[in-house]
């Protein structure tokens, strides 16, 4: 299992972890567009046998970056995948200039906080109903 960047040939083994442990639904064509406009950004953890785990993000402005996806297929959690993709991210967006770092998560998304509690990102706001199923989002922040 090695952690790199996401090439084309990932799309399908991609979409497929994305779909079965993430529960919003994106087009397929934002995974390839976002790769080709920063490669490094997008991570992936190779398994050999199909993608474990990956990390999705974006600069959104020359000092921002954003984490649009991150997930770990549920039989390797808890095994340091996580952290390897979001310190390997950190690495790569302030090699890119990035002073800040966002993202979004659900607010029951507990496993999640905890491991954003981690990384010291900090809460700093909420977006209501901001899930397709209504759920509100927290906004958390990270300075890098
Ligand atoms: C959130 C997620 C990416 C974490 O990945 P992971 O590989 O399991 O995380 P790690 O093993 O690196 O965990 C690092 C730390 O985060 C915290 N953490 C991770 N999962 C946790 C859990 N289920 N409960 C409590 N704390 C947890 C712990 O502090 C952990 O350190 P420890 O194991 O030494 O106690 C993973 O749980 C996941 O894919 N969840 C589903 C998708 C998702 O919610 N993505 C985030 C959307 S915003």
Redesign the pocket.
């Given at each position: 299992m090695y952690l790199r960047t996401f090439n084309p040939d990932d799309l399908a083994s991609v979409y497929e972890l994305a779909c079965s442990?993430?529960s919003e639904r994106y087009d397929p064509n934002l995974f390839t567009s976002v790769s080709s406009a920063w490669p490094q950004g997008f991570l992936v953890v190779d398994g050999g046998n199909g993608i474990k785990?990956f990390l999705l993000g974006i600069m959104t402005t020359s000092v921002h970056a954003r984490?649009l996806?991150?997930?770990?297929?549920?039989e390797?959690?808890?095994?340091?995948?996580?952290?390897?993709?979001?310190t390997k991210f950190l690495e790569e967006a302030r090699r890119k200039g990035a002073k800040v770092l966002t993202?979004?998560?659900?607010r029951g998304?507990?496993?999640?906080l905890?491991?954003?509690?981690?990384f010291n990102f900090m809460l700093v706001g909420e977006i209501k109903g901001y899930y397709n199923d209504g759920e509100d989002a927290l906004q958390l922040q990270l300075f890098i």
């Amino acid at each position: 299992m090695y952690l790199r960047t996401f090439n084309p040939d990932d799309l399908a083994s991609v979409y497929e972890l994305a779909c079965s442990t993430l529960s919003e639904r994106y087009d397929p064509n934002l995974f390839t567009s976002v790769s080709s406009a920063w490669p490094q950004g997008f991570l992936v953890v190779d398994g050999g046998n199909g993608i474990k785990a990956f990390l999705l993000g974006i600069m959104t402005t020359s000092v921002h970056a954003r984490v649009l996806m991150l997930t770990v297929v549920p039989e390797l959690r808890r095994h340091g995948i996580g952290t390897m993709l979001m310190t390997k991210f950190l690495e790569e967006a302030r090699r890119k200039g990035a002073k800040v770092l966002t993202l979004e998560v659900r607010r029951g998304n507990v496993q999640a906080l905890e491991f954003y509690s981690k990384f010291n990102f900090m809460l700093v706001g909420e977006i209501k109903g901001y899930y397709n199923d209504g759920e509100d989002a927290l906004q958390l922040q990270l300075f890098i």
